[in-house]
């Protein structure tokens, strides 16, 4: 049985953000405001280049997973839950402070 919906059409950088997250509880974002939604991001001690290279393997390596979009500072990837097959969309920005 699988749960997947309709992939959204809103994600992605622009301006240096990622979209908002919507109302409901099962959104986080490292760059939401409000304390519902806000989450630490994650830190690196290597190069950004390293950092996106390690990161990309490391969603490779997982079961059900599978990266729909990526550049040098930015990937989305989904990933599917393993009993109903629910689909996770995550993205990771390499922003640059």
């Given at each position: 049985m699988?749960?997947?919906?309709?992939?959204?059409?809103?994600l992605?950088v622009?301006?240096g953000?990622?979209?908002?997250?919507?109302?409901?509880p099962?959104?986080?974002s490292s760059?939401?405001?409000?304390?519902?939604?806000?989450i630490a991001?994650?830190?690196?001690?290597?190069?950004p280049?390293?950092?996106?290279?390690k990161?990309?393997?490391?969603?490779?390596?997982l079961?059900?997973?599978?990266i729909?979009?990526?550049?040098s500072?930015?990937?989305y990837?989904?990933?599917?839950?393993?009993l109903?097959g629910?689909?996770?969309?995550?993205e990771?920005?390499?922003?640059d402070?």
């Amino acid at each position: 049985m699988v749960f997947a919906g309709k992939r959204p059409n809103n994600l992605g950088v622009s301006n240096g953000k990622l979209a908002s997250c919507p109302n409901s509880p099962n959104c986080v974002s490292s760059q939401s405001l409000d304390a519902v939604h806000q989450i630490a991001p994650l830190t690196f001690t290597s190069t950004p280049e390293q950092a996106i290279t390690k990161l990309k393997s490391i969603i490779q390596s997982l079961p059900r997973t599978k990266i729909i979009s990526e550049n040098s500072e930015y990937i989305y990837a989904e990933f599917k839950s393993a009993l109903l097959g629910f689909v996770d969309d995550v993205e990771f920005y390499l922003e640059d402070v």
